[in-house]
């Protein structure tokens, strides 16, 4: 079992930053893949960026050079930095986290980007 916890969404305003935090717990050595998705209203969940065990990142083209991915090994914990934020990125963010078995994801938290 993994267990998943986001943290960090909240209301911003265009052109602005955030910074989203996964934090990981249980069979953590288990896990080779997190991404974080997001949700629009109405819409479907897509991926935003991927970060395998290697460091190997993937980008949506929508987000290619203004979000970047990373992870802090030794704390369990990823993170999103979001820059240059526009309205079309509000939605609720999900972490993900890839084991050999199954996926497992976090609650959400929600990011809004208005003025």
């Known amino acids: 079992q993994v267990h998943v916890v986001e943290s960090g969404g909240g209301l911003v305003q265009p052109g602005g930053s955030l910074r989203l935090s996964c934090g990981t717990s249980?069979?953590?050595?288990?896990?080779?893949?997190m991404a974080w998705y997001r949700q629009a209203p109405g819409q479907r969940r897509e991926l935003v960026a991927s970060i395998t065990n290697g460091g190997i990142t993937n980008y949506a083209d929508s987000v290619e050079g203004r979000f970047t991915i990373s992870r802090d090994n030794a704390n369990n914990t990823v993170y999103l930095q979001l820059n240059s934020l526009q309205p079309e990125d509000t939605a609720v963010y999900y972490c993900?986290?890839?084991?050999?078995?199954?996926?497992?994801w976090g609650q959400g938290t929600q990011v809004t980007v208005s003025s």
């Open positions: 249980g069979s953590v050595s288990s896990i080779w893949r």
């Open positions: 993900n986290a890839t084991t050999q078995y199954r996926d497992y």
